[in-house]
């Protein structure tokens, strides 16, 4: 078990005319994090992982400070709300795994996540009615379940050739449900949708190889995750979805 004590106070001076204002936050929390882990061997090269944990994640300074600022990819100006609270997460996670020789593995695992106040990215309408704000929130909680499945894999079952290849591999399908439940976003939009920030899933790939010697190695990877959503919006502004995009990366090691 982990013990954590923090004390966040954020001062924010605003200038109206003549008159300089003051904003302030502060977040004072004592947490107690929990830990448990259980490894269960199956045989020699098998085993059963189960684990559950509570971890937290706490607003950043600029989230809690109601100052105005741009964002600069967006164009947006973007404001922070002095009353957020830190968000709880309890974690549970199980998994099998196999080795079936040194360098290569396959795994299945499922797992589960309750957020208690998870802090959401907002649209909200401006008083000047041109493009809307951002902001955050505190919803009253949200649900994230889904499977994974991985695997690292060396070639050389196709042809001695290629036994300095080494195919990876990873897929994770995920579900997220947020509850609103909170005066301050019963105007969303669409008050049952996904997390802000959660695609639906996350696949990534790739090829490695390595010299005989060992002494220099390259790899090709490919990354996709899936549309998400990035801000909540407020009657009558849609939801803003960021679409899916393939990565392709290519990185080699040598000496010199």
Do not use: C
Request: glycine share 8%; net charge negative.
């Amino acid at each position: 078990a982990r013990i954590e004590r923090s004390d966040i106070k954020v001062n924010t001076f605003q200038r109206q005319g003549a008159q300089e204002i003051l904003t302030p936050s502060r977040l004072e929390n004592t947490d107690v994090l929990p830990a448990l882990g259980i490894t269960y061997f199956l045989n020699e090269n098998q085993q059963v992982r189960v684990s559950a944990s509570q971890t937290l994640s706490r607003p950043e300074y600029r989230e809690l400070s109601p100052v105005n600022f741009f964002d600069i990819l967006g164009g947006q100006r973007l404001f922070g709300n002095p009353d957020l609270e830190r968000a709880l997460i309890q974690n549970y996670d199980a998994r099998w795994e196999w080795y079936p020789r040194p360098g290569e593995s396959i795994s299945l695992g499922a797992f589960y996540k309750r957020f208690r106040n998870p802090i959401e990215r907002i649209l909200v309408q401006n008083a000047d009615g041109f493009s809307p704000d951002i902001t955050f929130a505190n919803a009253n909680g949200a649900d994230n379940y889904g499977v994974e499945i991985e695997l690292r894999k060396r070639l050389d079952w196709l042809s001695e050739g290629l036994r300095r290849i080494t195919l990876f591999t990873n897929t994770t399908v995920m579900q997220s449900e947020i509850d609103v439940g909170n005066e301050g976003l019963s105007s969303l939009t669409n008050p049952s949708r996904p997390m802000a920030g959660q695609s639906e899933y996350v696949v990534n790939a790739g090829l490695s190889y390595g010299s005989d010697d060992g002494s220099w190695s390259a790899t090709g990877l490919y990354n996709v995750a899936g549309p998400r959503l990035v801000e909540a919006g407020i009657s009558p502004l849609p939801d803003t979805y960021e679409q899916a995009r393939h990565l392709v990366d290519f990185s080699m090691q040598f000496p010199v």
